[in-house]
Structures are given as structure tokens and as C-alpha cells.
């Protein structure tokens, strides 16, 4: 047996074989296996970690005192920790499990984790995985593949990561900025539009995760920036009106906009 550790310690077969030979013992496709895998998904989709497991065949349940295991969490330098963990096994787990809508609601349209495999840097190989998926090469653990009215949302997906995965491969970029820069809030994908909308929620609670103000209550929080913001000033003169810029991302469409805009600030300066 191996140890790799990530967030906590994991063990593993040294050699193939010994996993293949338990995977051929205890794995073989059937009602039993999806339900093993579906007790992993459970584990790493925090479906017990505050509800009592039922147990025995007379209905009873009990407080298993199972760990939660949120996508990711805020640390002491108020910087985010992604849970590895539960970002590589979950949808694994699902597929196996054969929870399609669960793989979909908890893993496939749910911006958090899509930005967590984002920051991890493996949005290329769940592409591929998902590529599989949509070939039949990856089933439930009972042989079954992927239900006909979930490939369209799983192929949505897919193409939503390839549009994105190469800038979000760069360092400080993140899934959920580049989600929001890429997707027009007009776009008539059910797929793209939902995911859009966590992603401006998501990428707000980033650039302001690091903000603190004590003693001062929060009045107003602006969406438009789809990156952290680097610089915000006052115009001239006014109180009410204020000019701010990210780090990534133009606004201006065309340059009659860009002029106007000039026009208004005259030669003021967002710069530090």
C-alpha cells in the first residue's frame, strides 16, 4: 500500500494487480457495485455529515458524525482551499452510481465545482472524461450509459470548458471570470445561461473575498468586473460617481464608447 496526501491522507495498491484483482472480486458491474459507489458519492457529497444515517432493516438512524466536505473554504490568510478530494471522486462517483441528475446538479451545473477543477488545472482531463462519457465508454456501475435527455446538458458543458480552458490554464485566471467574459448574458443556452449566472455571483465573492473593513457595514456590491479589482477612484469633484478597472477583461465594444468615456474623465487617471 501507497499514502498520497492532498487534503488527507489516501491509500492506495502499490501494484496494478492487486487493484485489479479486488476490483474483479468486489467490482463487477451490478445493483451491489452502483450502490457501493453511490455510499462514495455520499461520502464526498456531504450527504451525511449533518443527517442521521438510516441503518438495519427496522428504519432506525444514527448521527455518523461524518466529516462535510464543501467544495472549498476560506483560510486564515483569507486566501480559498479547494477540496481535491472531492472534485477528482465525486462525479467519478456519481457516473459509476449511476445518478445522472445528482452528476448534473452537483457536479456538471454547478459553477463552484467547475471552478474548483478550474483552479486545480484539470478542466483538460475531465474534458476527456467527459468526452467518454458521451461515447458510452463510461457507464454506471450496472453497464448503463448516459440517459439520452442529460446529453445535451453534458454536451453543453463540454463545450463550455473547451471555450475557456486555455485562458483559464493561465495563472490567476479563474473558471468563473472567464465563464463571464466569454458568455453573453443574452445567450439562449439553458446550459450556458445558468452557469453564467452562479459565475457572476462566483466571480464577485472572489474579487471581494479578500476586503476587510471593520467597523464598516457593506452598502453596495457591483458585479460588472468579471476579475478582482485592481484600482478604484473617485471622479473629479464628485462623490457619487467613481471610476474602476480590473485585471483583465475591456468593456469597450467600439471606439465611439471608449471616446465618450474620455470625453467625460478628461485626462483623469485610474492608475495606483
Same mark, same amino acid.
Given at each position: 500500500m501507497t499514502s498520497r496526501y492532498a487534503e488527507a491522507a489516501t491509500h492506495r495498491w502499490?501494484?496494478? *494487480?492487486? %487493484? %485489479? #484483482? /479486488? /476490483?474483479e472480486r468486489y467490482a463487477q458491474p451490478g445493483s451491489a457495485t452502483a450502490q457501493r459507489h453511490r455510499d462514495v458519492a455520499d461520502f464526498f457529497g456531504g450527504a451525511w455529515s449533518c443527517t442521521p444515517k438510516p441503518y438495519g432493516s427496522e428504519g432506525a438512524a444514527a448521527i455518523r458524525h461524518v466529516q462535510s466536505q464543501p467544495t472549498s473554504w476560506e483560510t486564515d490568510d483569507h486566501g480559498r482551499k479547494y477540496n481535491r478530494h472531492k472534485l477528482e471522486e465525486l462525479w467519478y462517483q456519481l457516473v459509476r452510481a449511476g445518478a445522472w441528475q445528482q452528476l448534473l446538479d452537483? &457536479?456538471? #451545473?454547478? /459553477?463552484?465545482? $467547475?471552478? !474548483?477543477? !478550474? =483552479?486545480l488545472g484539470a478542466l483538460g482531463t475531465f474534458t476527456?472524461?467527459? =468526452?467518454?462519457? $458521451? %461515447?458510452g465508454h463510461l457507464g454506471d456501475a450496472t453497464g448503463a450509459s448516459l440517459p439520452q435527455e442529460h446529453t445535451d446538458a453534458v454536451r453543453s458543458v463540454k463545450q463550455l470548458i473547451e471555450l475557456i480552458s486555455n485562458a483559464v490554464a493561465h495563472d490567476g485566471v479563474t473558471f468563473a471570470s472567464q465563464v463571464f467574459l466569454h458568455i453573453d448574458s443574452r445567450c439562449t443556452n439553458p446550459v450556458f445561461a445558468s452557469i453564467r449566472e452562479q459565475c457572476q455571483a462566483l466571480a464577485c465573492l472572489q474579487a471581494t473575498s479578500t476586503v476587510s473593513a471593520p467597523g464598516h457595514a457593506l452598502l453596495k456590491s457591483f458585479t460588472q468586473h468579471a *476579475?478582482?479589482? =485592481? &484600482? /478604484?477612484r473617485f471622479l473629479p469633484n464628485r462623490t457619487d460617481q467613481f471610476l474602476s478597472g480590473s485585471r483583465y477583461g475591456w468593456p469597450f465594444t467600439n471606439t465611439q464608447s471608449l471616446i465618450a468615456l474620455m470625453l467625460v474623465i478628461g485626462a483623469y487617471s485610474c492608475g495606483a
Open positions: 502499490f501494484h496494478r *494487480q492487486f %487493484a %485489479a #484483482l /479486488a /476490483a452537483d &457536479c456538471l #451545473l454547478n /459553477a463552484p465545482y $467547475l471552478d !474548483g477543477l !478550474g =483552479t476527456v472524461e467527459l =468526452t467518454s462519457l $458521451l %461515447a *476579475q478582482r479589482v =485592481t &484600482c /478604484a
